[in-house]
């Protein structure tokens, strides 16, 4: 007896249900696990970003700069149209003065009495000096207009160059805004456990949230000269530096080496970890933040500013671990 087609299919449809629900039980059919970037291909992210920002910035502070300088020249131009624009409406005023007396009384009239009072010489010495009177109004007016167009031209070409570069000014920080969150969104993808800075570098496996506060408070001060007795916040010596930088965090050590070390817990050179304190010479008379990897920020000495250093160009007397 053969078997019916519907039951045909709905066995075999079991049958792929089951497989299916072995698959998945296996992981055959999960989706591939994809790794979250580490700190390196982070950091090698930022590095690319940065490639396309700094040129965007260096372009940036070139429009501004050249835009700074055409505002200035086209101040300068109006104030030099001002002056002229007075200048010829007043020009303009006289000659049209001169056109109403001749249109309302005629220059009949004046002719006419120059005809009968002047002698012959005189009247033309006369209608000489008319004649020069009006072409030196002409000349006048007609002078004015042409510097005046001349700097109107000049403001014109530079009021058009000064839209067009703070359009371009407007375009370069949109683009530097768009980068910057971008690198913002990548350094906050960042391990909570790594610390960036500026001045140190890039510290992984921070596990103490005030060893990571402490370390990017000494790092931030790297540059700052040392000062004998100075806790900060702009010079510092040796433990003035690792008793700011744990005040930060929310910790109090005392300004002075010895005190520190017992105030802090023992650790070994092997177990140190980033944001320990790091004491030099039999005599503690040093301290340091140690960064890992034989790092340390530190103030080292009256002439050497706050600086990142290697451990091992002193004698390590060993490590305590604040907190």
Known sequence: MSARPGGLRRAAHRLLVLVAAAALGAGLLAAPAHAAPTVDELE?????????????????????AQLKVNRQKSTDLQKKIEPLSLQSELA?????????????????????ALLVSAKPDTL????????????????????????RAKYDGEKQKLDALIVTQT???????????????EIKQLEASMPKTTVVTAACPTINGVVSAAARTA????????????????TGPNSFDCSGLTQYAYKAAGISLTHHTGDQWNEGKAVSRADARPGDLVFFFSGLSHVGLYLG????????????????????TMPVAGFRRPG
């Open 167 to 181: 359009r371009q000014q407007n375009e370069l920080a949109a683009k530097k805004k768009q980068i910057d969150a």
């Open 215 to 230: 370390i990017r408070t000494a790092c931030g001060k790297v540059g700052k000269p040392y000062v004998w007795g100075a």
């Open 293 to 312: 990897n034989n790092q340390m920020v530190h103030a080292p000495r009256a002439g050497k500013p706050v600086q990142v250093s290697s451990i091992n």
């Open 92 to 112: 303009l005023n006289r000659v049209g003065d001169l056109a109403s007396r001749y249109y309302m009384s005629g220059p009949s009239h004046d002719i006419g």
């Open 124 to 147: 033309t010495e006369q209608l000489t000096v008319l004649d020069r009177l009006a072409a030196q109004e002409r000349k006048q007016v007609e002078g004015v207009l042409a510097v």
């Open 44 to 64: 090698a992210q930022i590095d690319k970003k940065w490639e396309q920002l700094e040129p965007t910035i260096e372009q940036y502070n070139k429009v501004r």
